[in-house]
């Protein structure tokens, strides 16, 4: 369902839409607006969307559980629908728009199989689960299918569009090698990635965060260790937190257009410890540059979500970090149950 509210008024409306077959469901997971009174939903649907129109392009391989993106006008109330799959399990998470050009983005994974016409991107070897970036030109209606990934679980979850460079950059998590300067050597454990690409599908680098419980965690597009630099740990000092998280997982991806950084969030989880939640900056061409890891005292900490402002009378940037933890950090009493978590931080003091 879709709700929609009037700035202006406090004037309500909710459109929903359903799905026909064998226990049919809709799964409605991102969304993404325009200056054209166009919506974009993205998800995943077990059956036929129904609602005014339907529009399954041929030869979309579809499966059980399938891809979906719906256009939406709030100025004529008309929705169109499009399913994509890979004759399996296909699941769509995040939407973004390349407002000149219009293209939408979609990323996600399948569970098996391949996207019709699905290009592989270079240096993947395709497994059970693979992550995709789906293209699709409003003009035409034609999808493009770019898969990518390793022979074990890869999963694009957070994407965001670089408008002034026409690039997409999305992160996930993998259990294989995904990158190929990466020395990963935590294979079937998860590992934090950025993949970023050209608006035409086009793969310029993925960079890879690795751990392993024996030596120093590694990024995938740098050859050196991942020794400590410019790293800020709040509100609690962790021992040694260079060399003892064993996986990481990225959630969201934001950039940064006045400081061409593009930062990113999820956690790493500790051997001995729980998760933590972890925000890293990185610049356009996949290196790390700052990165902060925020624990919370006997309990996870996980960031799925981020964002940032850029205040022009001081100069200065705060990042926006949402998630949960069932732990407590500095200044706050113990809790028990898990409780929304608001993170800010200020880039410029750390």
């Known amino acids: ?80 629908h499009w399913q ?113 690409f050209y608006i035409n599908g086009t793969l310029i680098s993925i960079s890879q965060l690795c751990a392993n419980a024996t030596s120093y965690a590694q990024v995938g597009t740098n050859t050196t260790s991942f020794t400590p630099g410019p790293l800020q740990i709040f509100p609690f000092q962790l021992p040694n937190p260079f060399s003892i998280f064993s996986s990481s997982t990225f959630y969201d991806v934001v950039y940064d257009d006045v400081n061409k950084l593009i930062y990113v969030t999820g956690y790493l989880q500790f051997n001995t410890f729980n998760s933590q939640g972890v925000v890293i900056a990185y610049d356009q061409s996949g290196n790390m540059v700052k990165y902060w890891i925020i624990p919370a005292v006997n309990g996870d900490l996980q960031y799925n979500v981020i964002n940032f402002y850029w205040n022009s009378k001081t100069s200065t940037t705060e990042i926006y970090a949402g998630g949960y933890t069932e732990g407590f950090v500095e200044g706050s009493s113990k809790i028990s149950a898990y409780t929304a978590l608001l993170t800010v931080i200020q880039k410029e003091t750390g």
């Open 1 to 80: 369902f879709l709700v929609t509210k009037n700035v202006s008024s406090d004037n309500i409306q909710q459109i929903g839409w359903n799905a026909q077959g064998y226990y049919p469901y809709i799964i409605e997971n991102d969304i993404v607006s325009n200056s054209n009174n166009e919506v974009y939903l993205v998800g995943e649907a077990y059956g036929t969307i129904s609602g005014d129109t339907t529009a399954v392009p041929p030869n979309l391989n579809l499966g059980d559980t399938n891809g979906f993106l719906t256009k939406y006008n709030t100025k004529t109330a008309q929705s169109t």
């Open 84 to 196: 994509f799959g890979a004759g399996y399990g296909t699941y769509g998470y995040t939407v973004g728009q390349h407002y000149s050009s219009g293209l939408v983005f979609i990323s996600g994974y399948v569970d098996s199989g391949i996207l019709s016409n699905a290009t592989v991107a270079p240096g993947s070897v395709l497994g059970s689960y693979d992550a995709f970036l789906t293209i699709f030109n409003p003009t035409t209606e034609i999808f493009q299918h770019i898969q990518f990934g390793t022979p074990y679980m890869d999963v694009a979850q957070g994407l965001t569009v670089d408008q002034g460079n026409g690039k997409v950059y999305i992160v996930g998590y993998t259990q294989g090698v995904i990158s190929q300067t990466s020395r990963c050597t935590n294979v079937q454990q998860n590992n934090g990635f950025l993949a970023i």
